[in-house]
Nanobody, 115 residues
Framework: QVQLVESGGGLVQPGGSLRLSCVASGFICSRYAMSWYRQAPGKERELVAKILSGGTTIYTDSMKGRNTISRDDAKNTVYLQMNSMKAEDTAVYYC?????????WGQGTQVTGAE
């Protein structure tokens, strides 16, 4: 079965760093664009970063300059390195895989930036 499992979330102090991991199974990960989204309570889910199957990265304004997305297809894993974290980064972070029109979602991992 298709599965995306996120890990690495937790509480982080202002200015601290955190690395999220997403392990994929049940599909050929190298053929999919992999993304990280986040959703704060009461807000819509927003794209944070995307990495295409060829390795090209795309960042939104959400954390631009403070995060790096990467992938290791041999390990079926995508990462999100987050630095200089702020309280407003608090959200559930979701991993996603897409090869249009197919899109998969993980269950999410909680990230809390202390004030």
């Amino acid at each position: 079965q298709v599965q995306l499992v996120e890990s690495g979330g937790g509480l982080v102090q202002p200015g601290g760093s955190l690395r999220l991991s997403c392990v994929a199974s049940g599909f050929i990960c190298s053929r999919y664009a992999m993304s990280w989204y986040r959703q704060a309570p009461g807000k819509e889910r927003e794209l944070v970063a995307k990495i295409l199957s060829g390795g090209t990265t795309i960042y939104t304004d959400s954390m631009k300059g403070r995060n790096t997305i990467s992938r290791d297809d041999a390990k079926n894993t995508v990462y999100l390195q987050m630095n200089s974290m702020k309280a407003e980064d608090t959200a559930v972070y979701y991993c996603s895989a897409q090869n249009w029109p197919i899109k998969y979602w993980g269950q999410g991992t909680q990230v809390t930036g202390a004030e």
